[in-house]
């Protein structure tokens, strides 16, 4: 593979990657040398990289890679999958501007009715059951077009989610945590989450490498921080610029 270098490991990257003209979640990546500052510039080398292009037919793996982790989707039986494209029509309810002094469950029906104005929109009416906790609500869609709500590698369902937590604030004050789940997607892909995550600190401890994620979204990057928060010998931080942003977990120094 060919090699890359810069004053640090992700400077060394960055370069390969521009160079390559690829996604960090299309490249293999190892590192050869982690480099150091040197004092008063004796001593100083640079960080080196190697890096390659992943072939196109490794889209979905079991195992985490030593570089970057392939996250498995759960399959939706018989729907369409469906890139998100914002196809909210005119009718739709806008966001409010601004907060209002409304109670929260009258901002919950209202945001109700938004969802529900969405899901037609989108071609796959949804009737919205509520399960409301101290700290969090989840808002479970119920219809017969499953696929077209949770979308390709679940964007459409993210991007509900995250209209649903902007258009929440802008009700009221309270910062609840809006959760949108279609089917049992959610504690399916929480179950792959946990499972990626105890394969990296695996392959961390057994290759002393650092494990790069794929991009997620922030709320499931945040499952992750949690689930390996006990590991004494393991951090985790995030990079990149969103939606692109991912997990870096490797072994505290």
Known sequence: MPTFTGETVDQ???KGLASLGINRVDADISIIEEGKKGFLGIGKKEAIVSINAKEKEIEEVEDIQVTTEIIEEPKIDSEVMVEYQEPVKEEIKETPSESQDISLDEAIT?????LTDITTAL?????????RDDNHVVLHLDTDKKGLLIGKHGKVLNA???LSQVYIHRLVKNRLTIIVNVGDYRERREAIIKRLANQAVHKVRDTAQPVFLEPMPAFERKQVHSILSNEKDIKTHSEGNEPHRYLVVELKK
């Not at 209202?110 to 938004?114: A, C, N, R």
């Open 160 to 162: 509900i989610q995250y």
């Open 12 to 14: 060394a990257i960055k």
């Open 123 to 131: 071609g796959a009416p949804a009737m919205v059951r509520i399960q």
């Open 110 to 114: 209202e945001l109700s009715l938004y």
